[in-house]
């Protein structure tokens, strides 16, 4: 009894510790924002190449911000995420354009036409790519009003991100669908520059002048990179309409058990692009007895911007990798806005959504909160999951308050 009642105050001792340890430790070590190196955040590869570079790397509020010159013009970017998007649109737009230059005389000289670049040659566009960077940054929008029947509405309005992407004529639509998918682009990029080519090629491919395979390259498929779940998503969004595409998601979610007024929301959220959707259902397919997934649906749809859209569809593939190759959670659980999960071994589990995470006020606050949450719940252990990395306070600190840290999660084996 008396070694019981030693080992009840020691471990009551601890727990105390625990909880305010932290608010002692971390008092005058709170990390303001940091300068970016941007050798240290990018490869070389991603920090320039023959159709773009990367001019300026800044952080703030988790996050970093690029300034990006491109072939296909200018960008302020926010998250790694969207600047790796858009790193991969430059990529294939260029290479496409000089591809179809090389193989068909009469569409790459209407290409050229509508891309009005400021020379007769088309070594220019590869060769010097920031040359004609500024003048295709307008062009784009401005030259391709024909696109479409009538005008195109990415030309139109720039800013209007979340109209529908889909050609009102089901030919050019099916062609459209069929060249991203060759393409390895997102059909429903809200990026109006890929729209605008997009429609092009499309019309171009409807009316005859250009035939289904004519200037793609295998090079520009990603399906080798892609696992099983990814290319039936890649497949759904090629075969599927809009409204077929709308039908689908909302048929997974239901199955999930989905309540109808959620299901409704998260169709007709205008923030989160078909591709989200998509994306956000068909993983949440794969997780089969987990409970509580009406919360995590609550949370997608407060996206409000595409860069938590991406987070969002990035965190449900997060959920599905974890509960396949690390353990198999028996529910979601919304912690103050915060993606949770429930292990089987009594863990809880935070996914952390930031590019990188600093010690700052706001996340010492926040997972002081969470380790005390979880301690005086009786949880067998607690982890936080990053999409992003940690600095080095903030893992000391993290640790501190006992949790378990996995940074970086979906990173690819080997990548930078």
Do not use: C
């Amino acid at each position: 009894m008396h070694l019981d009642g030693t080992a009840y105050y020691l471990k009551s001792a601890i727990v105390i510790l625990l909880i305010f340890f932290p608010l002692f430790v971390s008092a005058g070590s709170i990390e303001s924002s940091p300068v970016v190196n941007s050798n240290t955040v990018l490869s070389p590869k991603e920090l320039s190449s023959a159709y773009h570079r990367v001019d300026a790397v800044e952080f703030e509020d988790g996050f970093y911000k690029f300034q990006l010159e491109s072939d296909i013009g200018e960008f302020e970017l926010k998250s790694l995420a969207v600047l790796k998007k858009r790193l991969n649109e430059i990529k294939i737009l260029s290479q496409a354009i000089i591809q179809y230059e090389n193989q068909n005389e009469e569409f790459s000289d209407e290409l050229r036409s509508q891309l009005s670049l400021s020379s007769d040659s088309a070594d220019d566009f590869i060769t010097s790519p920031f040359k004609t960077a500024r003048n295709l940054a307008g062009q784009l929008g401005n030259n391709l009003d024909a696109t479409l029947d009538g005008e195109d509405p990415f030309v139109r309005d720039q800013l209007n991100k979340y109209s529908l992407r889909e050609p009102n004529d089901p030919t050019v639509a099916r062609h459209k669908r069929n060249a991203a998918f060759q393409l390895g682009l997102d059909m429903y990029s809200s990026n109006y520059k890929v729209q605008s080519f997009l429609n092009t090629v499309a019309k171009a491919r409807a009316s005859g002048k250009v035939s289904a395979g004519v200037g793609l390259s295998s090079s520009f498929t990603t399906a080798q990179n892609q696992n099983d779940i990814d290319r039936r998503i890649s497949n759904v969004l090629r075969s599927k309409t809009l409204f077929e595409l709308n039908e689908y998601n909302a048929d997974l979610l239901l199955e999930m058990g989905i309540n109808n007024k959620l299901i409704k929301a998260f169709i007709e959220h205008k923030a989160l692009s078909p591709t989200n959707k998509t994306t956000i259902a068909t993983y949440l397919s794969g997780l089969e007895k987990v409970s509580r997934l009406d919360s995590y649906i609550e949370v997608v749809l407060t996206a409000d911007e595409e860069v938590v859209a991406l987070i969002f569809e990035r965190l449900s593939k997060m959920l599905f990798r974890y509960y396949m190759e690390t353990e198999k959670f028996s529910a979601f659980y919304n912690f103050k806005g915060q993606a949770a999960v429930l292990t089987e071994s009594r863990r809880i589990v935070f996914f952390e959504y930031a590019d990188l995470l600093i010690w700052s006020e706001e996340n010492e606050r926040k997972y002081t909160q969470a380790a005390k949450h979880a301690m005086t719940s009786g949880y067998k252990g607690w982890e936080v999951v990053s999409l992003g990395s940690l600095s080095s306070l903030a893992a000391q600190q993290i640790e501190a308050l006992a949790f378990k840290h996995q940074a970086d999660f979906l990173k690819p084996s080997g990548a930078k």
